[in-house]
């Protein structure tokens, strides 16, 4: 038996701007408008749990107007959705998401075949077991370890009946997963794949409930005193490239990927100009309790997601004059570069890689990585932190494209990269800092090559 439940922390309260106002901890505040009445009134019904009809037997609504509002209280959190049993509860139901498919009026036919959804995934939450769903967040969390049994049952077609046998309490879980469109007839598999899914609903709002992870701080970390081994990069005359440098519109109209590179290499002058007007640290703010950006960050070249700026740059230097091959990370505080790892091994299985990925018509001279902190804006950002790392790492990718047409450079995005061999490389963790996109930089090929 499937019933709606009431948050037990959730305080309800009148506001000036909104008839309701839903608060509770570890909740976001829900404003709901309610001229009739009817929210507060179904609210506190629900002081005990109540299934659907229950429901509209206590509200003197229209079973449409009643069924919207329960539906509009579900997907926005304020209610759960719960199973029991004679031996106490089964499973609760959480659903992040209005798009979320419900259906709560509806029952399992006896003896008619159901299979488990392709976009239920059965993790581990904490101490408990849950299934989780790809396409809306809904969660739905397995108050006994024996139920993980009834849903790996329903991988293959089966009856209620026989996937709720696995386990006690089980038909009252096949049920509920149903009923959040977890389990459903079997049909052909159809839509993204389900790792493709959750990526998407992960990084928007209204698909997910998103929330920042709790940190200690924002902050961005100081800099690190200067090593001895650090190479100073010359820096550009700003004031001579304002005068010299093509018009934004003729860099826009003539920036092309290039994939074959002239046989100059290039020098470190130009490396350092690159860097420099794209990545460089040109102010630091300390925390202003004023502003919404209430941490230490800086401003770059380069926009960033609430300023955070989580992306490293490392530089494999195959061919640079005056630069010994090596990857070297970039230092946008002092501008500079630090060696990490003079082997050739990493550098040309990196090397190659681009190779391949621009199509084989030039060996790159030289291959930049943008590394993600990860921790970096998943402390501001939570679940949408990925996302928000992938537009930064494409404004960053645009920002060296235009920079390096003005320059009259040669550059080119790679589409593919290897995440092993950027952590061997470079000796990082990728569950903590790993390459999430990459370009080549070389000299455009002159007449005659």
């Not at 996937?163 to 079997?186: H, K, M, S």
Request: with cysteine; hydrophobic share 45%.
């Amino acid at each position: 038996m499937i019933t709606l439940r009431r948050g037990d922390r959730l305080t309800i309260a009148s506001t000036g701007t909104a008839d309701v106002l839903l608060t509770g901890e570890g909740h976001e505040p829900v404003a709901l408008p309610d001229a009739d009445g009817s929210v507060a009134a179904l609210l506190r019904a629900l002081d005990r749990p109540l299934t659907w009809q229950q429901v509209r037997d206590e509200l003197t609504l229209d079973a449409a107007r009643c069924d919207a509002l329960a539906r509009r209280l579900v997907t926005s959190g304020v209610l759960t959705l719960g199973c029991a049993d004679e031996h106490g509860e089964v499973a609760t139901a959480r659903v992040h998401s209005r798009l979320a498919a419900l259906r709560l009026d509806g029952d399992l036919a006896v003896g008619e075949p159901v299979q488990l959804s392709p976009y239920a995934l059965l993790r581990r939450s904490g101490e408990r077991a849950v299934v989780e769903s790809a396409r809306d967040c809904t969660v739905v969390e397995l108050h006994r370890p024996a139920l993980a049994a009834v849903v790996a049952g329903l991988c293959a077609p089966t009856t209620p009946e026989a996937a709720g046998g696995l386990a006690p309490g089980g038909l009252e879980l096949v049920r509920l997963l149903a009923a959040v469109g977890l389990a459903g007839p079997p049909g052909p598999e159809t839509g993204p794949a389900p790792h493709a899914a959750w990526a998407h609903i992960r990084s928007r709002a209204g698909l997910v409930d998103a929330r920042g992870v709790p940190v200690r701080s924002l902050d961005e970390p100081p800099p690190a005193p200067a090593a001895d081994t650090d190479i100073p990069l010359p820096a550009p005359d700003l004031a001579a490239l304002r005068r010299t440098d093509p018009p934004l519109a003729e860099v826009m109209e003539t920036r092309r990927s290039v994939r074959r590179f002239g046989r100059a290499p290039l020098t470190v002058a130009q490396l350092g100009e690159l860097l420099y007007r794209t990545a460089r640290i040109q102010r630091r703010f300390t925390p202003d309790l004023a502003d919404q950006r209430s941490y230490a960050h800086t401003l770059r070249p380069v926009p960033s997601a609430g300023a955070m700026h989580e992306l490293d740059y490392y530089v494999a230097v195959r061919a640079c004059r005056d630069l010994t091959p090596g990857i070297y990370r970039y230092l946008p505080d002092r501008h500079a570069l630090a060696l990490v790892n003079r082997d050739t091994v990493p550098l040309v299985r990196l090397v190659n890689a681009a190779y391949l990925a621009i199509n084989r018509e030039s060996v790159p001279p030289v291959l930049i990585s943008l590394a993600a902190r990860f921790g970096r804006n998943s402390g501001k950002y939570g679940d949408l932190a990925y996302s928000l790392t992938l537009r930064n790492a494409g404004v960053v990718l645009q920002s060296v494209y235009l920079c390096a047409t003005a320059m009259g450079l040669g550059a080119c995005a790679v589409g593919t990269g290897d995440a092993a061999d950027f952590a061997e490389a470079t000796g990082l963790d990728p569950a903590e800092v790993s390459a999430v996109g990459e370009i080549v930089i070389g000299s455009l090929p002159g007449e005659g090559e």
